[in-house]
């Protein structure tokens, strides 16, 4: 089965603001007016495996609530989160992809980042901060593919990638 990579971000009402989402190579994203139950069910593929980071814990919950679309019914669902801490790598996803080897594009922007990009857009139309936050979103998205490979692969970035950690 064909992963779905998924990562939403949401501002600071815990509202969705942007969904992205990544499969067969086809990286779209739904944001504001967008997101909709109809738009949310248009954009998915009919079968797949699901991707996410914290997703059980967050992502789908929030899609669940607010959509009414329940992701981990439809699909066969996988928390790298819970993923990448059976192999000790314990964590936020910036951290595990640094342990890992992943660069970003976007070095030192988190969640936080994004719920003010989103403010900043909606408060002064700036057309910038959005352009920020989507491709923000965008690398989140693309560094699940590349945190499930690696993970998949087996031998991380490096000596003891995958080896608990005894702190």
């Not at 919950?61 to 801490?85: E, F, H, N, W």
Request: with cysteine; net charge positive.
């Amino acid at each position: 089965m064909m992963p779905l990579y998924l990562d939403i971000e949401t501002d600071w009402r815990r509202r969705i603001t942007v969904i992205g989402l990544c499969h067969r190579g086809r990286f779209r994203q739904l944001v504001g007016g967008q997101i909709t139950a109809a738009g949310l069910q248009r954009a998915l593929p009919r079968t797949a495996a699901l991707y996410t980071f914290n997703g059980h814990c967050f992502d789908l919950p929030v899609i669940r609530q607010q959509l009414g679309v329940d992701l981990r019914q439809r699909y066969r669902s996988v928390d790298l989160r819970y993923s990448c801490k059976a192999r000790g790598l314990t964590g936020g996803q910036k951290a595990i992809e640094l342990r890992l080897g992943i660069a970003r594009e976007l070095p030192g922007m988190d969640g936080r980042d994004a719920l003010s990009l989103w403010q900043q857009y909606q408060d002064d139309g700036d057309d910038g901060a959005l352009r920020l936050l989507l491709d923000y979103n965008r690398e989140d998205v693309m560094n699940l593919e590349r945190i499930h490979r690696l993970l998949d692969r087996g031998d991380g970035a490096g000596p003891g990638a995958f080896h608990r950690s005894t702190r």
